[in-house]
């Protein structure tokens, strides 16, 4: 079994950063591929970012040049570093593995891009 949890959220200034981290318990972290995703109300969930087992990433084309993901697998964590926010990067961003499990969905923590 694998718990998620989200942190790192917060209201920043366009322009601003901020990093996001994912916490994992479980011993199968290390063999998932792990993956952000982002959500506004009333709209389905995007992908934001994927890495794989050995690090390899792939960005969605709005993100690419401004976020960065990583895992630390010792801590069984991954990061979303993200900067040059914009209003639109306002959602909930969530992490779960690539293709998403259901049951591993966590509460996801919100950023809000605003002046």
């Known amino acids: 079994q694998v718990q998620l949890v989200e942190s790192g959220g917060g209201l920043v200034q366009p322009g601003g950063s901020l990093r996001l981290s994912c916490a994992a318990s479980?011993?199968?972290?290390?063999?998932?591929?792990m993956a952000w995703y982002r959500q506004v109300p009333g709209k389905e969930r995007d992908l934001v970012a994927t890495?794989?087992?050995?690090?390899?990433?792939y960005y969605a084309d709005a993100m690419k040049g401004r976020f960065t993901i990583s895992r630390d697998n010792a801590k069984n964590t991954v990061y979303l570093q993200m900067n040059s926010l914009q209003p639109e990067d306002t959602a909930v961003y969530c992490c779960?593995?690539?293709?998403?499990?259901?049951?591993?969905w966590g509460q996801g923590t919100q950023v809000t891009v605003s002046t």
């Open positions: 890495i794989t087992q050995g690090g390899s990433t």
């Open positions: 779960n593995a690539r293709p998403a499990v259901q049951r591993y």
């Open positions: 479980g011993s199968i972290f290390k063999s998932l591929r």
